[in-house]
Structures are given as C-alpha cells and as structure tokens.
C-alpha cells in the first residue's frame, strides 16, 4: 500500500473515530440528564392509547400522579406538558424564544395551507408582519376602538332577533351557539369585508357554523401520522381526508368572499381590512415581503374561524352555568340594574363599573377555557427547566385546562364561583396571558393575536345576553347537560338551546 493511500485511510480512521466518541459522548451525556417524569408507554404507540377521548383531563390525571412538568413518548416523538402556573411560565415567559415555533402536522398541512397562516407560520419576518397588520387595522386597542360602532349595530341586530325569537308561541327557544356564530361573523365580516356575510340566521349560517366547528375539532384530534411519521400516508384514522374535503369547502368560501370583495371595490369609500391586506400582495418591501392569494386565504381562514368559534364558546358556557347557577345570574342583573338601569342598552363603556360582570367572564376563562390544551409549540435547542432535560424538537403543550382546575391553585376549582375574583389577590389576575394562573389565550410571543378582541366581545355580548334578557331551559327540557366535547375550542356535547325572556323595555330592542 502507498503512502499516499496510507495517510488517507489513517484520515478516514482517525474522522471517523472522532465522530464515533463524539456521538456516543452526546448519547450518554443525554442519558445521564433527568427528563420530566412520565408514563412508560407501549412500544411503538408509546402513550398515544392512553390519552383517550378527552386527552385534556388525561394528562391532568396524569401531572396529579407525576408532577407538573409531564414527559411523553407520542410515536416517535417526544411531548413535555406543563400543568402549573410556575411550569408554563419557565416554557412560555423564560425559555418564550426557544419555544417560539409550531410543530408540524397534518392540521398545519391540510387546513392552514401548509402553515402559510398567522397560527402555524414559523416564527420571522412574514408571522412578524402578518401580526403588526392585524394588530394595527383589526385587533389592537386603537382598531378595536374603531370598530366599536361596528359590535354596537351588530349586537343589536342580535338582540332583536333573539326578541323574535322569545315572542314565538309555538317554540320560543334561541339556539346560542348558531346565534353567537351568525353575530360575530357579520362583526367581523363588516370589519374585513365592508359587509355581513350572512344577512340573517338560516342554512347558509348554520353551514359555516358547522364548517368551523368540524375544524377546531379534528385540527384538535391527536393524529397517529403526528407522531408516526412513517404511518402517516395510511392515515389510519380518516383524519387527513375529513381534512382535505373540509379544506377544499373553506377554500372555496374564501376565493368566493375574495371575488365578491374585488367586483365592488368601486363601492367602498374607504379601505376595509382585506383591502390593506390586498395591498401587500403588490408590495414587496419591508421585512414580511410579498403575500400571496394562498397568504391572504389563510389568514382569512385564521379570522373567521378562531374568531368566531373561541369566543362564542366561552359566552355559551357562560350562558349555561347562569342557567346552572341562577343566584349568580340575578346578582349581576342587579349591578347591572344599578349602574345602567332597564331604559337603556349596556354600552362598552359601562363595563368598566361592573365588576361582577367582569368576575364572571373571568370564572368562565378559568372554568371553560376556549382552548383546553394550547396550541403546540416545539423546542429548537436542548434546555432546563426545573432541572429537567427537555432535549431538542420536543413539543410542548400548556394544560390550560388543567390549570383552571387545580385545587391548589383555586378553593373548590369545580365550582362556578365569580366571587373568587372579586377578592383583592383575586381581582388583579388579568387574562391577557401575564397572570400564568388564567392564561385561556395563551401567553408569549405566540399568544392568541385576538386577545384583547376575544376579552372585549366576551364581556361585550355576554353582559348585554345577561342584562337584556332572563334564561332558562326549554320547557321540555328539566336538567342541563355539562359535557364537554374536545378540540381546539372547548364545546358543549351537546348543542345548547335555551328560552329567553325580555327584561328591559320593549322600545329598548
């Protein structure tokens, strides 16, 4: 063998060697690291089979047997849940940045246009620019102030309708989750569109309804192709196909509001939201560069979506533990009665001296979180968190459910009870995401960019449902069902109707 052979084959052995030791130094460093503590799994699956139905109150069973940092093997991926105020804030205030990315899956990839949204974008330039848009001409203070015009005519329109309704002999009796839905998507449509995208209540309505609802529950579903990677082509739930024809209904609404918003342009005396959003599509400077149809679609379907679904859902099980509670219902008709009396309609202006009104949106953010599980975000490099190991591209989820329900944190925590945030300590929990106790939106730079809007429409049209009319179950109907039906968005098993009666005066409405 010639020298020159000889040196080359030592190089190779000596690379080679190097790598060797390297890699098993980092295996064996890693193994020497403590990770959370968690449940064993089955080969394969790992954990997925035990997280059931309801995997929501699962791993809260499961952070009570191993603490609140919780470790998964989900398939061939790793999941850390944090169950505590003091675990979520390490994850999402302390180590924000590193876990400022989603997770890819198949929600992400059949819904969301292949993450091309304001939800699952990764984290940079154009999520940067998509959430400065939004938040300046839609869901900041100042957008949201312009548009209080907008939810005033619109809760308006509602509540005459619900009058029809409670005047009805033969069945007077409101649907809230089709009446939440109809209301804000023409708040939101006025807003986006120059237009109510639905003139009244009826099948159209009730098809976007059920549209939005099919996807927060299966983007929620804890998908096997998630997590197996290599089973994911035999989609062996039927969850990708439900996608893709749900996709393609979605995708077709949207190009159609886009085509209509066009033709009349020429009608608009003024931009409305999709107009400035448009307006990127032909600029391509500054940081977030040019935004294609595809772009615009998917932060449309983010809009009328998560904006219509996670906040009506808070108001009806609002709705529905006033029907429960009856007392606490009466009580905030009092305060209410007081400060604005029966001649008049609630005005956002007086929320401010309504306390009790505020405790019981509270209580519900806490009770009935809009979004039971955060949404999922990933791990771009190795960290600590309480001296536990959390290795690189291991997803993370906030039990925010589990939170709202822990007894140590909340005396009696399943019982709807307002007075607890009407104590001094109780009183100064805000839930824009800084107090990790009540965090329904989120918390971080991936926070639920509706947050102050959500706030501002649930306190809005819950007080006004509260002050303008009594509730009470159908006539043939003696007991409320409670269940809980899992997903993004926390909804009622059971679709809720109930019978209104008007307390105010007639000519009010």
Same mark, same amino acid.
């Given at each position: 063998m010639d020298p020159e052979t000889l040196r080359e084959l030592l190089v190779w052995g000596i690379t080679w060697a190097v790598l060797y030791v390297? *890699? #098993? +130094?980092?295996?064996?460093?890693?193994?020497?690291?403590?990770?959370?503590?968690?449940?064993?799994?089955?080969?394969?699956?790992?954990?997925?089979?035990?997280?059931?139905p309801m995997p929501h109150v699962?791993? +809260?069973?499961? &952070?009570?047997?191993?603490?609140?940092? =919780?470790?998964?093997?989900?398939?061939?991926?790793a999941m850390?849940? &944090?169950?505590?105020? @003091?675990?979520?804030? /390490? *994850? =999402?205030?302390?180590?924000d940045l590193n876990f400022s990315n989603r997770p890819g899956n198949a929600g992400a990839t059949y819904l969301a246009y292949d993450s091309q949204d304001m939800v699952w974008a990764p984290y940079g330039p154009r999520w940067k620019m998509l959430r400065k848009v939004c938040n300046l001409h839609l869901l900041g203070g100042k957008a949201l102030d312009d548009w209080q015009p907008v939810r005033e005519a619109e809760m308006g329109h509602m509540l005459r309708l619900i009058l029809q309704h409670s005047s009805r002999?033969?069945?007077?009796?409101?649907?809230?989750?089709?009446?939440?839905?109809?209301?804000? /998507?023409?708040?939101l449509g006025q807003i986006i569109l120059s237009k109510r995208v639905f003139a009244t209540e009826g099948a159209e309505a009730n098809e976007f309804k059920d549209m939005v609802v099919e996807l927060m529950t299966s983007a929620g579903l804890f998908n096997i192709g998630d997590f197996i990677p290599s089973l994911a082509w035999m989609d062996l739930q039927g969850i990708q196909r439900n996608m893709k024809k749900l996709h393609k209904r979605f995708d077709a609404l949207l190009t159609r509001?886009?085509?209509?918003?066009q033709s009349s342009s020429h009608l #608009?005396?003024?931009?409305? *939201?999709?107009?400035?959003?448009?307006?990127?599509? $032909?600029?391509?400077d500054g940081d977030g560069g040019r935004l294609?149809?595809?772009?615009?679609?998917?932060?449309?379907?983010?809009? *009328?979506? /998560?904006?219509?679904?996670?906040?009506?859902?808070?108001? $009806?099980?609002?709705? /529905? @533990?006033?029907?429960?509670n009856p007392e606490i219902a009466k009580r905030a008709q009092r305060e209410m009665d007081t400060v604005i009396g029966r001649e008049r309609k609630l005005k956002e202006s007086d929320i401010a001296n309504l306390p009790y009104l505020v405790a019981i949106c509270k209580e519900t953010f806490r009770k009935h979180p809009s979004t039971p599980l955060s949404l999922p975000r990933v791990a771009d490099q190795d960290c600590l968190v309480d001296g536990y190991f959390i290795p690189k591209d291991t997803k993370l989820m906030v039990n925010v459910w589990g939170i709202g329900r822990d007894p140590d944190l909340w005396e009696k925590p399943l019982e709807f009870n307002p007075d607890r945030f009407l104590t001094p300590k109780g009183s100064k929990i805000d839930p824009r995401g800084n107090d990790f106790e009540l965090i329904p939106f989120g918390a971080g730079r991936r926070i639920c960019a509706g947050t102050r809007m959500g706030i501002k429409l649930v306190e809005y049209i819950l007080g006004s449902l509260i002050h303008s009319f009594n509730w009470d179950?159908?006539?043939?109907?003696?007991?409320?069902?409670m269940d809980e039906a899992f997903g993004l968005a926390l909804q009622k098993a059971v679709p809720f109707v109930a019978t209104p009666s008007p307390r105010l005066a007639l000519h009010v409405y």
């Open positions: 390297g *890699f #098993r +130094y980092v295996l064996n460093s890693r193994k020497k690291r403590k990770l959370p503590p968690g449940p064993s799994g089955w080969p394969l699956v790992g954990s997925l089979p035990l997280l059931g699962t791993l +809260y069973n499961l &952070a009570k047997k191993h603490g609140p940092i =919780l470790y998964l093997k989900l398939g061939t991926s850390v849940v &944090a169950s505590s105020p @003091e675990t979520a804030k /390490a *994850f =999402l205030k302390t180590l002999r033969s069945n007077p009796v409101v649907n809230i989750p089709e009446m939440l839905n109809l209301s804000m /998507a023409n708040m509001m886009i085509q209509e918003h #608009r005396r003024s931009q409305d *939201f999709l107009d400035i959003i448009m307006s990127h599509r $032909e600029n391509a294609t149809d595809v772009h615009i679609k998917s932060l449309l379907l983010n809009l *009328f979506t /998560a904006g219509t679904d996670t906040s009506s859902s808070i108001i $009806e099980w609002a709705v /529905a @533990e006033l029907i429960h179950l159908p006539p043939n109907q003696k007991q409320l069902n």
